[in-house]
């Protein structure tokens, strides 16, 4: 069972990763198939992701999950807070019993360096150029820091350049922690932590309310 990566945040929060090697029978003889998803590999994707939320959490109700307008996955009631991503053959999770959390996987790709403009200002660049890892892998990296943070504020409308600021980004050999200020509203100071693993970028958040 490809569960590659886990990781008990806190006493409330866990995080797991999923490598996809499997065929779509293994994963619908144990949650059900999309009916709205027919792309075979977004649909691997997607099982995935709702096996590990089972994976992290026995008692997660999968038949509760609701698509808000933002297309956010929520549970109602909020009995777990929770995230999901997908990227090539990976797929994340992040559940909590307490908190807001939001979660993001991606493979480093050439394209991003065409996009970097658009979600980064010049001092987040001028930063990132110093964080330990080539161009390539910092651009993904701030671009995974944001998108975990889009997903956990939840309600869309998010400019990454203007509402998202990459204050620091502390490098430990494949692991990071960046501060970061969410500016939509009322500013919010906010830790992203991550780490470089099977050449994926892996971020997470967990909010404390």
Known sequence: ????????????????VWHIAEDEHFFTSKVPAPAHITH??????HLAARILL?????????????IADTRKPFVPNDSFH???????????AIVSKQGRVGVDIEIPQQKIS???????????????QFN??????SLTLAWSIKE??????????VNFKMHIHINSCNVIDNQFTARCTFLKGEPILIKVSGIFFN???????VSDT
Not at 54 to 66: A, H, T, V
Not at 132 to 137: E, I, N, S, V
Not at 199 to 205: G, I, Q, R, S, V
């Open 132 to 137: 330990g890892y080539d161009q390539l892998q």
């Open 148 to 157: 975990t943070i889009f997903k956990w504020y939840g309600h869309g409308q």
């Open 114 to 128: 065409i996009l970097k403009h658009k979600f980064l200002g010049e001092t987040e660049l001028a930063m990132l």
């Open 82 to 92: 929770f995230s999901l991503s997908h990227c090539g053959d990976y797929a994340a």
């Open 199 to 205: 050449n994926n970028c892996l971020t997470w958040l």
């Open 40 to 45: 075979p590999h977004k649909r691997l994707q």
């Open 54 to 66: 089972k994976e992290l959490y026995e008692d997660f109700p999968l038949n509760l999950i609701r």
């Open 1 to 16: 069972m490809p569960l590659v990566y886990q990781q008990n945040i806190n006493a409330l929060t866990r995080l797991g």
